[in-house]
RNA sequence: GCGCCUGUAGUUUAACGGAUAGAACACAGCCCUGCGGAGGCUGGGAUCGAGGUUCAAUUCCUCGCAGGCGCACCA
């Protein structure tokens, strides 16, 4: 019944279907916007213009129509105007702002059924012995969000995936490298740095010995032929590198993952996959190798073995995917957060995918999606290479921004104990840095300089940390706030609506957000309310206020936006703070 | 060579084809007798180029220019 009070737009589009559902046949689809300036309302739709060639007039007397029909239909609304030669802008009455702000954030629950469907999010994805560094930031942190937001959103069951790369003939490099220079001691006390002194140190002797290179295909090949020597080896760079992977994963204050599940855990499944394309007519041999001809899809074939018998990183995404179909219950999504540079691979994936789904070899795929996100360079526009050493490790950087936090806390926060002062810090610096990475689109490509993730003021993860910090403690010194009190005060200013708008929308964000599998959208929100309700504080005394109604019911507007920025912090994977 | 992506103030960026292109940083000023100044207010400054489609183009199409990423035995 009053769900349309937790939905303007909601409200606005059912009147408007109903409304035009007489001039024309079918509806287009059309457009309901919130205005940020004023004059245009709270709300504009630019449905006249879409009707007008269906009747034949101009788009101003189309308008002019069609608010006639919603003057008819609607009981909300203090005013319709039409305004830039055909634009609808919509005003509301205050009483209905003030009930919604009062109904936020109740909404209408999905019912309860058993059978949630599943959705796998993959991201992260680091490589076994090779250190974290900031191209991992950006799947690691807009996974674990997107994770957050399909269950604070609900009607999902969330499986969070973490694919490790741990296959492949970097390995055999790695194992050469250990059984000549390794130091088994060195390792345990600093597992990857140590490995990565010994890629490092493999590739400039490879320069010098080109025997290294020809030693090194062996050791791999020699582990797919099940080698328990290499394999123990390998099993065990894998436990000492995750080892510090979760290190990173817990200071940066994730979700644990549900799955951690290497490339390498695919054997078994790998023989069947060569096997199952086999039986499907779905291998050809080129060139000694064997490849899925995708031309149907406008794609370049696709190599599955190699002619030296040995699996590539596709086949082993195919064997995972197949894994996952037939042990996940109700998979109907995944969600793959991989940098864009993969895209061909995971195009050549959804093409495969579909050449089995053709054949009737599964039934129901899941839809799956690759996430794709512009790759982080340096500074230098070069890509950051682990084979260069030309990378920002992730802990460097983690270290770098909690100390630049840690600086600024120390000078404003003298006061605060030692242990306080630390909180904070780690707080603040690990939320810039998220922040950082989630405002920001995921298509361009980031060019990533240090300094601009040291910044703790503006459009920051800080900036709204203070905010929230300075509404609650709003909040705690007045003690004329309770659930029940209904609010009678009526008499609200522009600021005021302006900020009911905003808190009433924070549902439409977040279904946006999933809809385009992008956090900038929610940033974006949560700097703008927070701007929003700075300013308000900033202008209008509350708590000395004498009106008592008055007082009341800005103080239920300060908790309202107090809860949304501390729920939309929290799904960003932002620590909300009590102190800062 | 082929394919995909990107081009917006000095910098980093926002805008399902919509009205006056929105911010942040930096820069120049202003506001501490105030619910926490990591704040608030004011100001200057931008759509790579040329065509086209449209009532309306940063957005769509074509051609340029510039950058990035892929393209068979790496992952």
Redesign the pocket.
């Known amino acids: 019944m009053t769900s349309y009070l937790s939905s303007p737009v909601d409200y606005l589009r059912k009147l408007i279907e109903k409304s035009t559902s007489k001039l024309v046949k079918k509806i287009p689809?059309?457009?309901i916007e919130s205005?940020?300036?004023e004059?245009?309302g709270d709300y504009?739709s630019?449905i006249a213009?879409?009707l007008a060639p269906f009747l034949k007039q101009s788009?101003l007397k189309t308008a002019q129509k069609i608010k006639e029909e919603i003057l008819k239909n609607d009981s909300w609304l203090e005013k319709v105007e039409i305004?830039?030669?055909g634009?609808l802008?919509f005003f509301f009455k205050k009483e209905f702002w003030i009930k919604a702000l009062n109904f936020f954030p109740k909404i209408k629950k999905a019912p309860k059924s058993k059978k949630k469907p599943t959705v796998i999010i993959e991201y992260s994805s680091p490589?076994i012995a090779k250190p974290m560094h900031v191209g991992h930031f950006r799947s690691t942190l807009l996974g674990d969000f997107l994770a957050n937001l399909y269950q604070y959103l609900g009607g999902w069951k969330v499986l969070r995936w973490n694919h490790l790369?741990d296959?492949?003939?970097?390995f055999g490099k790695l194992i050469v490298a250990y059984k000549k220079w390794g130091d088994k001691k060195k390792i345990e006390k600093n597992p990857i740095s140590e490995l990565l002194a010994l890629y490092v140190k493999f590739h400039q002797e490879a320069k010098k010995n080109k025997n290294l290179e020809e030693a090194a295909r062996n050791e791999f090949k020699k582990l797919e032929e099940g080698d328990k020597e290499n394999r123990k080896l390998l099993d065990w760079f894998a436990r000492e590198s995750l080892k510090e992977f979760h290190q990173i994963y817990k200071t940066l204050g994730l979700k644990e993952f549900d799955v951690e599940k290497g490339?390498s855990q695919y054997e078994k499944e790998n023989i069947q996959t060569i096997k199952l394309l086999k039986k499907n007519n779905l291998l050809v041999e080129?060139?000694?190798?064997l490849?899925v001809d995708l031309k149907e899809e406008n794609l370049?074939?696709a190599?599955i073995q190699?002619?030296?018998g040995t699996t590539?990183?596709?086949t082993r995404e195919i064997s995972s995917l197949l894994y996952r179909i037939k042990k996940v219950k109700n998979l109907s999504r995944i969600l793959y957060v991989v940098g864009?540079?993969?895209?061909?691979?995971f195009q050549q994936l959804t093409g495969i995918l579909k050449k089995l789904k053709e054949r009737g070899v599964i039934k129901n795929p899941p839809l799956i999606e690759h996430i794709s996100f512009?790759?982080v360079?340096g500074a230098n526009?070069k890509?950051l290479s682990t084979r260069e050493g030309r990378i920002i490790k992730a802990q460097d950087l983690i270290k770098q921004v909690i100390q630049e936090?840690r600086k600024?806390?120390n000078t404003?926060?003298k006061e605060l104990p030692l242990k306080e002062r630390e909180k904070?810090a780690q707080a603040?610096g690990i939320g810039a840095l998220k922040y950082g990475f989630l405002k920001?689109?995921r298509?361009?490509?980031?060019?990533f300089d240090p300094q601009?993730f040291l910044?703790?003021?503006?459009?920051s993860a800080?900036?709204l940390q203070?905010t929230l910090?300075?509404l609650k403690?709003?909040l705690k010194?007045s003690s004329h706030i309770t659930k029940k009190e209904k609010n009678r005060w009526e008499e609200v200013g522009a600021l005021e609506l302006a900020l009911i708008r905003k808190i009433i929308s924070f549902r439409e964000v977040l279904i946006k957000c999933q809809k385009e599998s992008s956090s900038?959208i929610l940033t974006?929100y949560l700097?703008e309310l927070a701007?929003k309700i700075?300013?308000f504080?900033?202008?209008?005394?509350?708590?000395?206020d004498e009106n008592l109604s008055r007082k009341k019911f800005r103080l239920l507007l300060i908790k309202k936006a107090a809860f949304v920025l501390e729920e939309g912090l929290k799904i960003l994977g932002i620590t909300a703070i009590e102190?800062?």
């Open positions: 689809s059309f457009e205005k940020k300036i004059q245009f504009s630019n213009f879409l788009p305004a830039g030669g634009f802008n490589n790369g296959w492949g003939t970097q490339e080129s060139q000694g190798a490849i370049p074939p190599l190699k002619s030296d590539l990183y596709l864009s540079e993969q895209s061909l691979h512009g790759i360079l526009k890509k936090a600024i806390v404003k926060r904070i603040v920001e689109g298509n361009s490509t980031l060019i601009k910044s703790l003021i503006g459009n800080p900036y203070y910090v300075r403690s709003i010194k900038h974006d700097f701007v700075n300013e504080y900033e202008k209008i005394p509350i708590l000395k102190k800062i």
